[in-house]
């Protein structure tokens, strides 16, 4: 049988085009991150001289929004920072209001206290680096958040999304700069590519934010790949799916999902759900370039040893469409065990991938998951490894608990600490402070539930460069499953892998032995290659 292909050949990051990064001054910046920084959200360094995030989706409507926006602000250096949030609206002047983040702390900042309309963004911006941002979205049909934008693109992608009866699925475009920009939406379905006129041409005015209808023109899709081009200018531009009670087929729920900027050869999700009843789990991989591709999903259990190794999932992706790997329809899967994910691409043709997390599952053991229902989370993976990771948002007040997960998918076992900070001093998390984790593994880490999470936030920093995500549980309002916000100093592409040792059960690394992730015991090793289902 063949190793997996992260171990047998080096990974090349696709080329990056027509990303430009902003100033304070809502302008080119040709002094902006080298490309690689503009991949995913990141946060500058501390000696940086500005920080500048984008909060694109939401309302500001007070109690009777259906998806009211809240920023959260991490301060992870001992300076206090200034912090400057400009609220833009589909209609009316934006509206700012400053703040002092105090050293090691965090802040947050209801958007409907700054300003009242149906839709608005929020521009974030710091007069220095350390600052790591995500936005908080809760309505009737429950909660969901993840990282804020640090970068402004001419493209962004949605690799899995619905427009089934009852479900509300918005692209919200957000243009916060002084020129104009013209936007076309595509959608990718099952029945192949739509182009409806309605969505081609669209203007968004300078500072403004343009909400866009995907369900009204593409309708009644369980599955939609969505890609958002710019003819002129640059947006950010999110995903808000409400599914409304009186869906017949998805739980009522709310997600919202920053899209990718652009294609890549591998994506992270090490902090998925494990298989069990009433929870759909499905990996979503979108080819939005003009050439096949050939991907592996590979699902990565906890205690291989004990639960056995999972076979990659390979499939095959023509131009401009999308695959499914549903977990709930894969005997490979073990059951009830907690997994994570990376994707990766063999041939070397970058895609954008996404895990969607849907539950309308009770009792103990979705509640130990994380994923209570009723929920969604749509997450697209994170493209880009690295060795510091921030968590600005590390729980909510009558959650069920924070879980933090580190995939270690480099050559070597790494140590990994955390550190949890509050009004400026770190907060005790026990053993869940250092853990190990063996090259090719994942550790998931639940923090103290002790700990008064309304304003603490988690960094963790690793030996070598790793993926981080967290999972928030809103005690049966919903629960968002995320990426942690990297380092932009510390982001590195994947690199090269080891030489190829399936034919041994066991290969050592710096004296330790440590089982490689993709042997496959013998009872298994002939397991079919599921493909899943092809758009």
């Known amino acids: 049988m063949s190793a997996p292909r992260w171990l047998v050949a080096a990974v090349v990051l696709a080329a990056v085009v027509g990303l430009v990064v902003v ?43 259906p998806a009211e926006q809240i920023v959260v602000m991490a301060n992870t250096t001992d300076a206090s ?14 509206q700012s209001e400053t703040l002092t983040l105090d050293p090691l702390s965090r802040q947050s900042l209801r958007v409907a206290d700054v300003v009242e309309a149906r839709w608005a963004g929020a521009l974030v911006e710091a007069d220095g680096g350390g600052v790591a941002v995500d936005h908080v979205l809760s309505g009737p049909t429950g909660t969901s958040g993840g990282p804020c934008a640090t970068s402004a693109s001419t493209s962004w992608y949605f690799p899995a ?3 089934l009866l009852g479900v509300r699925n918005r692209i919200v475009l957000f243009n916060p700069f002084a020129q104009p920009a013209v936007v076309d939406v595509e959608a990718e379905t099952a029945d192949g590519r739509r182009r409806p006129n309605e969505l081609q041409g669209i203007f968004v005015n300078p500072r403004s934010v343009r909400v866009v209808d995907l369900d009204a023109v593409v309708t009644v899709r369980d599955q939609v790949a969505v890609v958002v081009n710019a003819r002129s200018g640059l947006v950010v531009a999110e995903q808000l799916e409400i599914v409304t ?46 050439d096949v591709a050939d991907v592996d999903v590979q699902i ?15 499939i095959t992706i023509r131009p401009g469409q999308y695959a499914v790997v549903d977990l709930g329809e894969e005997e490979r899967v073990p059951a009830g065990v907690p997994l994570g994910a990376y994707v990766e691409s063999i041939n070397g043709v970058p895609v954008v991938a996404a895990r969607v997390i849907r539950s309308g599952a009770t009792g103990a053991a979705a509640v130990a998951a994380g994923v209570a229902g009723p929920g969604t989370s749509i997450t697209v993976g994170a493209p880009l490894l690295a060795t510091e990771w921030v968590v600005p948002f590390a729980g909510a007040r009558g959650g069920n608990g924070v879980r933090v997960a580190v995939s270690n998918l480099g050559l070597r076992d790494t140590e990994v600490t955390l550190v949890a900070y509050a009004g400026g001093s770190s907060v005790p ?9 063996r090259a090719g593994n994942r550790v998931e880490i639940e923090l103290a539930q002790g700990v008064d999470s309304t304003g603490v936030f988690v960094v963790v920093t690793s030996a070598q460069p790793v993926a981080v995500e967290r999972g928030v549980d809103f005690g049966g309002d919903g629960f968002m499953v995320a990426s942690a916000v990297a380092g932009a100093s510390t982001v590195s592409r994947p690199s ?14 710096d004296g330790q032995p440590s089982i490689p992730p993709t042997f496959i015991p013998p009872t298994t090793a002939g397991a079919p290659a599921t493909t899943g289902v092809q758009g």
């Open 23 to 65: 100033d304070r001054a809502a302008t080119t910046d040709p002094a902006g991150p080298d490309p690689i920084e503009r991949l995913m959200p990141v946060a500058a360094p501390a000696d940086a001289p500005a920080t500048t995030a984008y909060c694109a989706a939401g309302t500001a409507r007070g109690a009777d929004g």
């Open 81 to 94: 920072r200034e912090v400057t949030v400009t609220v833009f609206t589909d209609e009316g002047a934006p």
């Open 161 to 163: 999304g619905s427009t």
């Open 245 to 290: 009670p009186d869906a017949q087929v998805l739980p009522a729920s709310l997600s919202v999902t920053l899209g990718a900027p652009a294609p890549a050869p591998s994506w992270y999700f090490p902090l998925g759900a494990p298989v069990i009843d009433r929870v759909e789990q499905q990996y979503v991989v979108f080819n939005p370039t003009g």
């Open 300 to 314: 990565l259990v906890d205690d291989p040893a004990t639960n056995g190794f999972v076979e990659p999932f390979e």
């Open 429 to 437: 998390l026990g053993d869940a402070g250092s853990l190990l984790v």
């Open 496 to 509: 090269p892998a080891l030489p190829d040792t399936s034919t041994s059960p066991t290969v050592v690394l």
